[in-house]
């Protein structure tokens, strides 16, 4: 990942550390930007990483833990220093602490949480599962009361100087914390000093109830055009506030984890090649042995039509193409209906909008691959009749691929099993045997074998 | 799409619209926000929507026309009197307003561009291909000189009273307008009224050349966590910026595209149920059709072997399974490596490390699936023989299914194919049809088959 010029770097850094030249390395790691200090350390070994980390200021080692990967982040902290872990981790965003916390085992969570000098700020976020809305937000957000002037706003900010990044939605809460509103750093910038907060907020805000699940946040954050969101428990008590760049992480994650579970692998928590060999084969095992299970099946379906087999051996010669048809047609079905869904594009009350438009476009294309599929088994040099079953047999198999296509990934949402999960391979699977069994019964009655 | 909320008021507007209450309509969609407005839009037929559009505040109108689909947007745009559709994309966003243009026929564009009143906020951006930095720019940003206190800053900001609501990036520009620095507003909030720009201003300012790819753009925005990227030309002169929301869009909407490539089919260009079923057909018959016929590959190979079928009827039942497994673990492969050159997590310069990565994956995957093959063939009552054949024949086209799924995307990035197009489907198709020669050619050699 690291690119030509930050491979230079990389070796010049090695290169003062193994002269022990520490301050140099570190001098020549701040010139850098913070995600690529983040990837030059965790190109390092363990052994490096600490001792630059034990002496850099500790606010560049909290952004530089931030910008790695959860694994690599709880890997370094648990190597560094008791006093050093602690230092950095309060100079991280909350928000990331807690989620870093949680990354750790127990133990050592425990004691860097009770050598902390403010966990409140962490702990109320620790209770809260990562992939809900709570997981996501960071505690450090800045409030207005309604009746502030402008001015008063303005002069507050100045005073404060807050660290954050993200303060360009000020979030306006009444006497018992609840939310009211929500004004931009713009709109206080260009409205008249003496203006109240209250005549310039926003107060249809658009807020999320701490449990909400991750992805919704996102959808919702990027179809309002929202820098930040805020949220808020039963009572619409402000509790925190979701910011765009963690929003952009979850919609970059949730298509990446989709699309190595559409593609039948569990997802990796870590970059590609960072992840060991040994790992990517466990992410991946599991799924190919069930499949290899389930698909199984096709063999029991095989067997029982053995006779008819054995009568016309070229029977077998469409099989491959058959399935493969089938699972194509499936699977274009349930991508596209798997990322609707995902996107909130369609939900469950669209169900059976989307089963009629596939059953219609099942039927267009079933008929296309039905006229395609006589032609193709006749210049095979096949007699009519068989060229006959394999059209039928191929109508009847996309279309049906079709169905299950847009059936399965509703019906898995519906359960609230992960529709990417199910989608993909199990799909191809399910195909595969009821196919068969079409085809050679198809066989068996155009054909007149027993 | 609608919630049942917005289908409440979706028939209350149908209602008044019948009743000829175009005023009371438009009211009742203006008290919606603003995407919602779009979403009731476009769920009115054409004639509805002509009638409200062009009774409404035009600025009101432009919002909505920017959260319309593309297709949908054009349609509008056409169908609406020219006057009204001018004053519209007046009070667009340029960057909305070139794409709406591009998506319409010339004729129509011509048109309207020579009603302008300032077409030369439009023009320059028109010539920039949709999915490049130049593209998704905009041409309305602010820029300060290093000069300005923070004082005149903010007293500029309260005169201009900018409407766009990306003002959180300020750049600065020297005399021949290239890019010297960004300022953040939190910045010019919290710094010392008589502080000069040049002073807080961050100089190692991340810009892209205009015709830099979308996706890149996006990688780059989200690895830096940006609210805003300055489009420059070979000059540093700067040209526009991408905002933070556009980026969002690129960011889902090119995961989107990815997930139903891989699906093999064409990506739908409007929201799923908006796409009529013949749009859908066309879009997946291509890709089903291309399959089918190179999916013929497995028929040839099979009619090869015939005699060798014929003999051990048997050796057919692991064909779909055999096909499957080769399948499930080249699209395990391929979707993890797509993804992580989508995400820039992957470089051309790592495929030597990426294979060696796939070649020690799939030898792990292949002994530990030839295993499993091996006792299953023996449990379905297959001699040790066969068994031994379809173990052997697992093993290999497990490993090789592995190669192939990391070599095809990136040779396909290599030659500028998207790798997501050729990765899914065009594998399978190639691990069938050789697959099936290695399983026939090792059941030759140990079964003893001519």
């Known amino acids: 990942m690291l690119t030509q010029e930050l491979d230079k770097t990389l070796t010049e850094i090695r290169a003062y550390l193994e002269q022990g030249n520490v301050s140099r390395a570190i001098e020549r790691l701040e010139e850098l930007r913070p995600p690529e200090r983040a990837d030059i350390i965790s190109d390092l070994d363990s052994k490096e990483q600490v001792v630059l980390l034990k002496d850099m200021d500790h606010s560049i080692s909290a952004d530089i833990v931030e910008d790695l990967t959860d694994q690599e982040a709880a890997d370094l902290i648990a190597d560094l220093p008791t006093r050093t872990a602690v230092r950095i981790i309060e100079q991280?965003?909350?928000?990331?602490?807690?989620?870093?916390?949680?990354?750790?085992?127990?133990?050592?969570?425990?004691?860097?949480?009770?050598?902390?000098?403010?966990?409140?700020?962490?702990?109320?976020?620790?209770?809260?599962?990562?992939?809900?809305?709570?997981?996501?937000?960071?505690?450090?957000?800045?409030?207005?009361?309604?009746?502030?002037?402008?001015?008063?706003?303005?002069?507050?900010?100045?005073?404060?100087?807050?660290?954050?990044?993200?303060?360009?939605?000020?979030?306006?809460?009444?006497?018992?914390?609840?939310?009211?509103?929500?004004?931009?750093?713009?709109?206080?910038?260009?409205?008249?000093?003496?203006?109240?907060?209250?005549?310039?907020?926003?107060?249809?805000?658009?807020?999320?109830?701490?449990?909400?699940?991750?992805?919704?946040?996102?959808?919702?954050?990027?179809?309002?055009?929202?820098?930040a969101l805020p949220v808020v428990d039963h009572e619409k008590v402000l509790l925190g506030a979701i910011t765009i760049d963690d929003m952009v992480d979850v919609l970059v994650s949730e298509a990446t984890e989709d699309i190595q579970k559409l593609g039948g692998a569990q997802p990796l928590t870590q970059p590609y090649l960072k992840t060991s060999v040994i790992s990517v084969t466990q992410k991946r095992i599991g799924w190919l042995l069930l499949l290899f299970l389930t698909e199984s099946l096709t063999g029991t379906v095989l067997r029982h039509f053995e006779e008819r087999l054995q009568a016309v051996v070229a029977l077998s010669f469409f099989i491959p193409l058959l399935i493969g048809t089938g699972g194509n047609a499936g699977t274009q079905t349930t991508t596209t209906l798997t990322r609707a869904l995902a996107t909130g594009e369609i939900r469950m009350k669209d169900t059976l909008r989307a089963l009629w438009h596939e059953a219609r476009a099942g039927f267009l294309l079933g008929v296309i691959m039905a006229i395609v599929a006589y032609l193709r088994a006749l210049t095979w040099g096949s007699d009519t009749a068989l060229a006959l079953t394999v059209s039928a047999a191929v109508f009847t198999i996309v279309l049906w691929a079709n169905m299950l296509g847009s059936i399965l990934p509703i019906v898995a949402t519906r359960l609230r099993i992960d529709p990417a999960v199910v989608s993909g391979p199990v799909l191809s699977t399910l195909v595969d045997a009821t196919g068969l069994f079409v085809y050679l019964s198809i066989a068996g009655w155009i054909l007149g074998l027993s």
């Open 92 to 227: 991280m965003e909350p928000d990331e602490a807690a989620d870093l916390l949680g990354d750790l085992t127990p133990e050592i969570a425990q004691i860097l949480l009770s050598k902390l000098e403010r966990p409140e700020d962490i702990q109320p976020l620790l209770i809260h599962p990562d992939e809900t809305a709570g997981g996501l937000m960071t505690s450090e957000f800045i409030t207005l009361r309604p009746h502030m002037t402008v001015q008063q706003a303005l002069r507050a900010l100045r005073t404060w100087k807050p660290e954050t990044e993200d303060i360009y939605y000020l979030f306006v809460v009444d006497e018992s914390k609840r939310l009211s509103g929500v004004v931009n750093l713009r709109q206080l910038v260009i409205a008249e000093p003496l203006t109240r907060v209250e005549e310039i907020m926003d107060t249809e805000v658009i807020s999320v109830l701490v449990g909400t699940d991750q992805e919704e946040c996102a959808n919702l954050m990027s179809r309002y055009d929202l820098l």
